[in-house]
């Protein structure tokens, strides 16, 4: 039977965020009980850091985990952070896209003001139950709500409200119940907290899991160097978006525009700009046409633009990987590189590679980390997982065949990358889009690191054989000895002992030769 177009549009209507998200939660990550679980955790406590950083405090952050009734959990998360004022606590637990990291460029784990609303948003779907936080500034109130997110407004639904008086301490609290399953496996909480202590080391975090209490002490006391905010690069920028600029900006006049919103514009250039785009720089920005835009852009493009501020950026730095490897993995080796700042698409991003080698690594694993969070999942669509695959380890005497998750070569690639904007490829945050810049960054630093290793490799490899030969050699003397003994007539284990002290000696007699050799040769 055939419709008619006002019998069809009867059927038009608004989605609102809560609910297009509430039928497709895998596209946050929410697609099955086990990864539920290390996603609530992974939001709170990313928040968590955040947070701590934001103002400086060294985060304590605590995580529980009971499970209440068959694959229902209890997931309590605590940070030690600045916490949250009462009048922001609803919205953002409540709404979908609500939050302070999406409209500027600095470098934090969060962005979307997606992640911990989502969490709350799967738990009610999944039990039907609020989620419970406690906040407080340090001032001596806690403020304490039960809500639940109204679907249909995307709105927080409060169901109690109410201040405390828990003594002096400040940070947040949230406690979630919602379906979920624990395991221990390399995708799981207990894995992302592991990595998350490698990436911070300056985190000290506890965690009670289904199966007993598992602490992360600090390896450092010091934060990182904190992030700055900067502002858009006009090469970075697309057409649609700055029309929207253009008509948002406070800027009086054209000029002022570009001078002021993006970085690195001065009046030459921004004046340059308009005049070969035979736009009048003085007009207001919201005067500006649409023709008027496409000039602007094609223009720009071809503008030689000084490059985005890149001391911006807050990488963890040679001496803190180094560190939280060592901390948590206890290797035999470690070594680790940060590249200089790069650009793409006009964002800065750093890359920075750590390898740890032997000790108590039993394989060849990937750590991959963006602005310190560890990514579990979509190894396979990762540029990172790309520039490890590709880079040619045989070359350095690592590797065979790149054999990731395999038993064999105990190596951890440790790789991050950092920017005040990531391109990840879903909402989800899991794998890093693959620019070109972005996988030569990352080749240049795996290769730096890889050469380093082999150095240390082949000493060892020297030291090892050395030591081999020189067990060949006293094997041989016990047959020796016991000949030269029955010859001379002196007792065996005198005469082997004698025998092996002629050998060491001739080994480091050997060196010390060498040695007088070179002290000989630089003094004269
Ligand atoms: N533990 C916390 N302490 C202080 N502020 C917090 C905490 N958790 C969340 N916030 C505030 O709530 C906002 C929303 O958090 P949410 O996780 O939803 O989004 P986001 O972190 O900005 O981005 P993303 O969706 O990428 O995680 C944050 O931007 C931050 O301002
Ligand atoms: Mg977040």
């Given at each position: 039977m055939e419709r008619t177009a006002e019998e069809l549009a009867r059927e038009q209507r608004e989605i609102s965020i809560s609910e297009f998200f509430e039928k497709n939660r895998h596209l946050l990550g929410y697609d099955n009980k086990i990864k539920a679980l290390l996603m609530i955790v992974k939001e709170a406590v990313d928040n968590s850091l955040d947070a701590c950083e934001e103002a400086r405090i060294l985060p304590e952050i605590y995580v529980k985990l009971e499970e209440v009734s068959p694959d229902v959990y209890r997931i309590?998360?605590?940070?030690?952070?600045?916490?949250?004022?009462?009048?922001?606590?609803?919205?953002?637990?409540?709404?979908?896209?609500?939050?302070?990291?999406?409209?500027?460029?600095?470098?934090?784990?969060?962005?979307q003001g997606l992640g911990i609303s989502c969490a709350v948003l799967y738990s009610q779907l999944t039990t039907g139950e609020p989620v419970e936080i406690l906040s407080s500034t340090g001032d001596g109130t806690t403020h304490r709500y039960k809500l639940k997110i109204d679907i249909k407004r995307n709105q927080p639904q409060i169901l109690e409200e109410e201040s405390l008086d828990l003594g002096q301490w400040h940070g947040?609290?949230?406690?979630?119940?919602?379906?979920?399953?624990?395991?221990?496996h390399k995708q799981s909480v207990l894995e992302y907290l592991k990595e998350t202590a490698i990436a911070n080391p300056y985190a000290h975090i506890i965690f009670d899991s289904p199966t007993g209490r598992v602490e992360f002490p600090r390896g450092s006391e010091e934060l990182p160097r904190e992030p700055k905010a900067i502002k858009p690069h006009l090469h970075g920028v697309e057409l649609g978006v700055l029309e929207r600029m253009l008509m948002?900006?406070?800027a009086r006049t054209l000029l002022s525009f570009f001078t002021t919103e993006f970085s690195r514009v001065g009046a030459t250039t921004a004046k340059q700009i308009c005049e070969k785009a035979g736009v009048d720089p003085r007009i207001s920005p919201k005067r500006v046409e649409d023709e008027q835009v496409k000039k602007l852009m094609a223009v720009i493009k071809e503008t030689k633009?000084?490059?985005?501020?890149?001391?911006?950026?807050?990488?963890l730095g040679a001496q803190l990987i180094e560190e939280g490897l060592r901390k948590e993995l206890s290797p035999e080796f470690v070594v680790a590189v940060t590249r200089p700042p790069a650009v793409y698409r006009g964002f800065p991003f750093q890359v920075e590679v750590g390898l740890a080698y032997g000790g108590e690594i039993q394989e060849t694993r990937l750590y991959r980390f963006a602005n310190r969070v560890p990514l579990l999942y979509k190894q396979g669509d990762c540029a990172i997982t790309k520039a490890v695959e590709t880079l040619d380890w045989r070359r350095y005497g690592i590797l065979g065949d790149m054999?990731?998750?395999?038993?064999?070569?105990?190596?951890?690639?440790?790789?991050?990358i950092c920017?005040?904007?990531?391109?990840?490829?879903?909402e989800s945050k899991e794998a890093v889009a693959s620019y070109p810049v972005i996988l030569k960054e990352l080749k240049l630093a795996l290769q730096e690191a890889a050469r380093k290793l082999s150095i240390w490799?082949?000493?060892?490899?020297?030291?090892e054989y050395q030591a081999q030969r020189l067990k060949t050699f006293e094997k041989y003397a016990e047959e020796t000895a016991k000949a030269i003994a029955e010859l001379v007539g002196e007792p065996e284990e005198r005469v082997k002992e004698l025998l092996v002290n002629i050998i060491r000696r001739g080994k480091n007699g050997g060196e010390t030769e060498r040695e007088a050799e070179a002290a000989g040769a630089s003094g004269a």
């Open positions: 309590q998360i605590r940070d030690n952070g600045p916490g949250i004022v009462k009048k922001h606590i609803p919205r953002i637990f409540g709404t979908l896209l609500y939050g302070s990291k999406f409209h500027r460029l600095r470098q934090s784990r969060g962005a947040v609290q949230i406690t979630f119940l919602a379906e979920g399953k624990y395991k221990e948002t900006t406070k633009l000084i490059a985005p501020p890149t001391d911006v950026l807050s990488p054999q990731l998750g395999k038993p064999g070569v105990p190596l951890a690639i440790f790789a991050h920017s005040v904007w990531v391109p990840f490829t879903s490799l082949s000493g060892k490899r020297r030291a």
